[in-house]
C-alpha cells in the first residue's frame, strides 16, 4: 500500500501564497493520476485538482483556476500545489490522493484509494 505524506501548510494572509508538497512511498508513483483535495471545517471534502501520470493532462476546481497550479515530479515521487492569492475562503485541510487506475471519473473520493494525512492551510483576512 502506497504511503502519502504532505506537507507545506501554514498560516498565510490574503493574497499571499503557499506550496504544498505531497511525497509517495514505492515505485508506482509515476503509473498513476494524483489530485489534491481539501476540507473545511463542517464542509464536505470537494475536489481542488487532478493531474495525470505524465503530467499532460490537468483539470481544476473553478474555485481555484487561475491561482492554483498542480504538477509533478515523478523522479521524486512528488506531486506539488502552488497556491496563490489565497482567499479566506481557502481555508482548509489539503489532501493529496492517489486515483484508481480503474476509475474513469475524478472528482468524486471514491475515484481515489490512498490518501495522505493532510496539512491544514489557513488563511487570514
Known amino acids: 500500500q502506497v504511503q502519502l505524506v504532505e506537507s507545506g501548510g501554514g498560516l498565510v494572509q490574503a493574497g499571499g501564497s503557499l506550496r504544498l508538497s505531497c511525497v509517495a512511498s514505492g515505485r508506482t508513483f509515476s503509473t498513476y493520476t494524483m489530485a489534491w483535495f481539501r476540507q473545511a471545517p463542517e464542509k464536505e471534502r470537494e475536489f481542488v485538482a487532478r493531474i495525470s501520470w505524465s503530467g499532460n493532462t490537468i483539470y481544476y476546481a473553478d474555485s481555484v483556476k487561475g491561482r492554483f497550479t498542480i504538477s509533478r515530479d515523478n523522479a521524486k515521487n512528488t506531486m506539488y500545489l502552488q497556491m496563490n492569492s489565497l482567499k479566506p475562503e481557502d481555508t482548509a485541510v489539503y489532501y493529496c490522493?492517489?486515483?484508481?487506475?480503474?476509475?474513469?471519473?475524478?472528482?468524486?473520493?471514491?475515484?481515489?484509494?490512498?490518501w495522505g494525512q493532510g496539512t491544514q492551510v489557513t488563511v487570514s483576512s
Open positions: 490522493a492517489r486515483k484508481r487506475l480503474e476509475s474513469v471519473g475524478y472528482i468524486q473520493q471514491a475515484n481515489y484509494d490512498s
